[in-house]
């Protein structure tokens, strides 16, 4: 199944000029639990993706209702193979959503794994798959970037199916100069025919 991940041009600006995906700092998570240690908040970076067989209105919705974004589409063992040269290791794991409160085997939110791979069931319509990194703390920083064959990566990108002309130009210019081999198109979700 289909990995998504919406972004905004800008962010998709990055990825393609310096071939890297964006990990963001497990500290800046929202929902992170707040016992969770330091030591694995302030090392690990992650990048959330979500699984469907198809994008997602209310996803659009959530991350795009401006228009000046587009979804990345990729199967996971594609990222994985675009990955496999890097010197950053990076591991993938599909998020877990249960309530906690309930009886059964604990989960210890304030590990790695625990943090990163399970989240609330009020949360379950997001369908995560995140990618992350472990980096000793030399700094602390917001997020880092790790080198990706973008070209290897993606399945094709999506604009978004509010946005206005000059993003689709400006999408498509972004998709000519660095990403030619993959595929650029509108989306055809508001499409009457649909």
């Known amino acids: 199944m289909p990995l998504w991940r919406y972004l905004d041009v800008t962010r998709l600006a990055l990825l393609l000029s310096d071939k890297e995906i964006y990990f963001s700092r497990l500290a ?71 309530d906690f409160t309930l009886s059964g085997a604990p989960v210890d939110r304030t590990d790695l794994d625990g943090a990163l791979l399970y989240s609330r069931p009020a949360l379950a319509h997001e369908q995560e798959v995140r990618l992350y990194v472990t980096q000793p703390p030399k700094q602390k920083r917001a997020g880092l970037g790790v080198r990706v064959d973008v070209s290897d990566l993606l399945d094709e990108i999506i604009i978004s199916p509010r946005a206005d002309l000059a993003t689709l130009r400006a999408v498509r210019a972004l998709g000519t100069t660095y990403a030619s081999r993959v595929p650029v198109r509108p989306s055809a979700l508001l499409d009457p025919a649909r």
């Open 28 to 98: 800046f998570l929202a929902g992170l639990d707040p016992r969770a240690a330091v030591e694995v908040t302030d090392t690990t970076y992650i990048s959330n993706w979500h699984q469907a067989p198809t994008e997602s209105m209310a996803r659009w919705d959530a991350y795009a209702a401006r228009g000046a974004y587009v979804a990345l589409k990729t199967p996971l063992d594609r990222i994985q193979y675009a990955l496999k040269d890097v010197d950053t290791e990076v591991t993938a794991g599909k998020v877990v959503y249960r």
